[in-house]
């Protein structure tokens, strides 16, 4: 019963929040300061935060009809269990908070049947209690607060309603913090307030890893670093070895120790960055709030950063943390070259070589290699693999025929993991078996182009409006906020299984209309891509910038998807333009971004081929769910 009241209490508050997700959301983010924001969701950098988004999608998805609403799951970017992977913040529950208290009465119990063997066991705990209590470590873990104000993606010139969340950091010296991404993502505000202080200080982004899920700070105030001693880095850690998970998470202002074990080491999902690198899987509690703080081994060495966690009425106590390994190349990258760069990738698809039959077909003499299927037109492998290629070594490492190599003594773990462990602009050593010779070829790694952006560099999505027609990029977070039955199926399946022909490729959609006598007719079109402008295929958003601007024929032809035409006459909707944006309140016409001068990204006499659905999945579902993973 209390239980159940604490639960409506809970319900009650966070219905006030900002988020447009629920609890089973992927987007995971820290912990609120407010009532205004979810006590148990809270989704600091959550671009699904707009409530005036919420409703409307849940009615969506109600008058959605079954069949669509299965052809809508079936094209989901991520797998049904890689969208269980939640950031940690995002994650709660109050029957899971009360399930401690609960077990820790009946212990109780228990053991007041043998009141000597209890007494012990309290000494024993509170001995324990104090180390922890009085650790130098913990004074190195604060507490971050972050004010947010993320984009409208729906309204492009404009921004959402600003929210705060609360989450954990902790000091790695010359006068640097570390926390998550999300924690800070689309920040306007950040303070830090170290442990027994009652002092907040304003902290600086210096470098964001969206991948990685890995943000680095700095205070530039001298008192706040007065006396400060920064953790100690250790080596990725054993199975079953004891793992302290430190930070400020959902119940309390003041620290909070769990203990647990490591339970797991593999490349994992990582869930804001959509990417696969590798992860330490622990049983200690992770809450909302302890995303961006330190796990720490028996010594006190940090071995990681708590991030997310994984949700599903099948498993229990699955929380996960970002090993050193991860982050000492994000911190690597920043110092060479003074930002992100991020984790590079082959860009090409392979197959497992399980089957006997199969590697006989393509003279592979042993039971090694993956198959190339597909080589990415933006990869820089592009000129050096060819499909039905065997890789069979990478930088002198075998490979083996489930696409997995030897990690430690009698581990072994997915190929991605080396590749991870290179930096923008390295050279990998590929061992490549073709037509049954064995040879070895360089390739250069650079970080992978997305057709469909997981996040909009900047912060700040493109826009163009022609006579009221709003043109915007398609983007994850758009898809996010539209949701995914108003963008419509077959613009979500080109998102989903399309690859970038070159650098700097976008697809571009009409995102609304705004109605006006100049485009009567066209009100109530929608998330309609524009695939030419008077006879000339579109590039990116900047390329149909540059083709309006230029164009001095009478009328402005816009092609569509499923071949729809709007002509609109040129000097009319010059004319026109003013009144629509003062009727409409938007302060220009496009974004800043397009009033810099035009570059073509491949040049103007390339002709662009038609894009073709199905060019190849681009997913980021487990190795063995299909058979195929793009590396």
Same mark, same amino acid.
């Given at each position: 019963?209390?239980?159940?009241?604490?639960?409506?209490?809970?319900?009650?508050?966070?219905?006030?929040?900002?988020?447009?997700?629920?609890?089973?959301?992927?987007?995971?983010?820290?912990?609120?300061?407010?009532?205004?924001?979810?006590?148990?969701?809270?989704?600091?950098?959550?671009?699904?935060? /707009?409530?005036?988004?919420?409703?409307?999608?849940?009615?969506?998805?109600? *008058?959605?009809?079954?069949?669509?609403?299965?052809?809508?799951?079936?094209?989901?970017?991520? *797998?049904?269990?890689?969208?269980?992977?939640?950031?940690?913040?995002?994650?709660?529950?109050?029957?899971?908070?009360?399930?401690?208290?609960? &077990?820790?009465?009946?212990?109780?119990?228990?053991?007041?049947?043998?009141?000597?063997?209890?007494?012990?066991?309290?000494?024993?705990?509170?001995?324990?209690?104090?180390? +922890?209590?009085?650790?130098?470590?913990?004074?190195?873990?604060?507490?971050?607060?972050?004010?947010?104000?993320?984009?409208?993606?729906?309204?492009?010139?404009?921004?959402?309603?600003?929210?705060?969340?609360?989450?954990?950091?902790? @000091?790695? =010296?010359?006068?640097?913090?570390?926390?998550?991404?999300?924690?800070?993502?689309?920040?306007?505000?950040?303070?830090?307030?170290?442990?027994?202080?009652?002092?907040?200080?304003?902290?600086?982004?210096?470098?964001?890893?969206?991948?990685?899920?890995?943000?680095?700070?700095?205070?530039? /105030?001298?008192?706040?670093?007065?006396?400060?001693?920064?953790?100690?880095?250790?080596?990725?850690?054993?199975?079953?070895?004891?793992?302290?998970?430190? =930070?400020?998470?959902?119940?309390?202002?003041?620290?909070?120790?769990?203990?647990?074990?490591?339970?797991?080491?593999?490349?994992?999902?990582?869930?804001?960055?959509?990417?696969?690198?590798?992860?330490?899987?622990?049983?200690?509690?992770?809450?909302?709030?302890?995303?961006?703080?330190?796990?720490?081994?028996?010594?006190?060495?940090?071995?990681?950063?708590?991030?997310?966690?994984?949700?599903?009425?099948?498993?229990?106590?699955?929380?996960?943390?970002?090993?050193?390994?991860?982050?000492?190349?994000?911190?690597?990258?920043?110092?060479? /070259?003074?930002?992100?760069? =991020?984790?590079?990738?082959?860009?090409?698809?392979?197959?497992?070589?399980?089957?006997?039959?199969?590697?006989?077909?393509?003279?592979?003499?042993?039971?090694? =290699?993956?198959?190339?299927?597909?080589?990415?037109? &933006?990869?820089?492998?592009?000129?050096?693999?060819?499909?039905?290629?065997?890789?069979?070594?990478?930088?002198?490492?075998?490979?083996?025929?489930?696409?997995?190599?030897?990690?430690?003594?009698?581990?072994?773990?997915?190929?991605?993991?080396?590749?991870?462990?290179?930096? &923008?602009?390295?050279?990998?050593?590929?061992?490549?078996?073709?037509?049954?010779?064995? @040879?070895?070829?360089?390739?250069?790694?650079?970080?992978?182009?997305?057709?469909?952006?997981?996040?909009?560099?900047?912060?700040?999505? *493109?826009?163009?409006?022609?006579?009221?027609?709003?043109?915007?990029?398609?983007?994850?977070?758009?898809?996010?906020?539209?949701?995914?039955?108003?963008?419509?199926?077959?613009?979500?399946?080109?998102?989903?299984?399309? @690859?970038?022909?070159?650098?700097?490729?976008? +697809?571009?959609?009409?995102?609304?209309?705004?109605?006006?006598?100049?485009?009567?007719?066209?009100?109530?079109?929608?998330?309609?891509?524009?695939?030419?402008?008077?006879?000339?295929?579109?590039?990116?958003?900047?390329?149909?910038?540059?083709?309006?601007?230029?164009?001095?024929?009478?009328?402005?032809?816009?092609?569509?998807?499923?071949?729809?035409?709007?002509?609109?006459?040129?000097?009319?909707?010059?004319?026109?333009?003013?009144?629509?944006?003062?009727?409409?309140? +938007?302060?220009?016409?496009?974004?800043?971004?397009?009033?810099?001068?035009?570059?073509?990204?491949?040049?103007?006499?390339?002709?662009?081929?038609?894009?073709?659905?199905?060019?190849?999945?681009?997913? /980021?579902?487990?190795?063995?769910?299909?058979?195929?993973?793009?590396?």
């Amino acid at each position: 019963m209390a239980i159940a009241v604490a639960s409506c209490w809970f319900n009650a508050l966070t219905s006030t929040g900002d988020s447009r997700h629920k609890v089973s959301s992927r987007r995971l983010l820290s912990s609120p300061q407010t009532a205004a924001t979810r006590l148990i969701i809270p989704k600091a950098a959550s671009k699904s935060q /707009n409530p005036k988004n919420r409703n409307p999608k849940e009615h969506a998805r109600k *008058s959605s009809s079954p069949e669509k609403e299965a052809n809508m799951q079936n094209l989901s970017r991520r *797998s049904r269990d890689e969208r269980q992977f939640l950031k940690a913040d995002d994650y709660g529950d109050i029957e899971d908070a009360e399930q401690p208290q609960s &077990t820790a009465f009946k212990s109780f119990g228990t053991q007041r049947k043998n009141a000597k063997g209890f007494m012990g066991n309290l000494k024993d705990q509170q001995i324990e209690t104090d180390k +922890i209590q009085d650790a130098s470590f913990l004074n190195a873990v604060v507490k971050v607060y972050c004010t947010h104000t993320a984009p409208d993606y729906s309204l492009p010139w404009q921004k959402q309603r600003q929210y705060t969340s609360t989450g954990s950091a902790f @000091m790695i =010296g010359d006068g640097k913090l570390l926390t998550n991404a999300h924690c800070v993502e689309h920040n306007t505000q950040v303070k830090v307030k170290r442990r027994g202080d009652d002092t907040k200080y304003v902290a600086k982004v210096l470098a964001k890893g969206m991948e990685c899920d890995i943000a680095l700070l700095t205070v530039e /105030n001298e008192s706040f670093w007065k006396g400060a001693e920064p953790l100690q880095f250790g080596h990725l850690p054993r199975l079953q070895d004891p793992v302290t998970v430190v =930070g400020y998470p959902l119940g309390g202002d003041t620290i909070s120790v769990t203990k647990g074990v490591v339970s797991r080491i593999e490349v994992t999902s990582y869930a804001h960055g959509s990417a696969e690198l590798l992860g330490i899987q622990i049983d200690a509690a992770i809450n909302p709030g302890n995303s961006g703080g330190p796990a720490f081994n028996d010594q006190g060495e940090c071995i990681g950063v708590a991030f997310q966690v994984y949700r599903s009425d099948d498993v229990e106590n699955i929380g996960y943390v970002i090993p050193t390994t991860v982050v000492s190349h994000f911190l690597d990258d920043y110092e060479r /070259n003074g930002k992100y760069t =991020g984790f590079p990738s082959l860009g090409i698809l392979l197959q497992k070589l399980e089957n006997p039959a199969l590697r006989a077909c393509l003279k592979v003499p042993s039971n090694e =290699g993956v198959l190339v299927r597909r080589v990415e037109p &933006t990869s820089g492998a592009r000129n050096v693999l060819k499909e039905g290629d065997v890789i069979v070594s990478f930088d002198g490492v075998e490979v083996g025929s489930e696409g997995t190599v030897p990690f430690r003594s009698t581990e072994r773990i997915a190929f991605r993991y080396l590749i991870s462990q290179k930096f &923008t602009g390295d050279i990998a050593e590929l061992g490549i078996i073709r037509s049954g010779a064995f @040879m070895k070829v360089n390739t250069a790694m650079n970080p992978r182009v997305h057709l469909v952006p997981y996040h909009i560099e900047g912060g700040q999505p *493109s826009y163009l409006i022609v006579a009221g027609l709003v043109f915007t990029p398609l983007s994850e977070p758009l898809i996010d906020e539209e949701c995914e039955d108003s963008i419509g199926l077959k613009l979500l399946t080109k998102a989903r299984y399309s @690859m970038a022909k070159f650098k700097g490729e976008q +697809i571009v959609i009409l995102s609304q209309v705004l109605a006006n006598e100049v485009n009567i007719g066209y009100e109530d079109m929608s998330n309609e891509q524009v695939l030419k402008f008077n006879g000339t295929r579109i590039k990116n958003i900047h390329h149909l910038a540059h083709l309006v601007d230029s164009c001095t024929d009478k009328y402005l032809i816009f092609e569509f998807e499923d071949n729809y035409l709007a002509v609109l006459e040129r000097e009319a909707s010059s004319a026109a333009s003013p009144c629509i944006l003062k009727d409409y309140g +938007i302060p220009s016409e496009r974004s800043s971004d397009l009033l810099e001068p035009y570059v073509d990204p491949i040049g103007e006499n390339q002709v662009l081929e038609h894009h073709d659905l199905g060019d190849g999945p681009v997913t /980021n579902s487990d190795f063995g769910f299909d058979g195929l993973q793009w590396a």
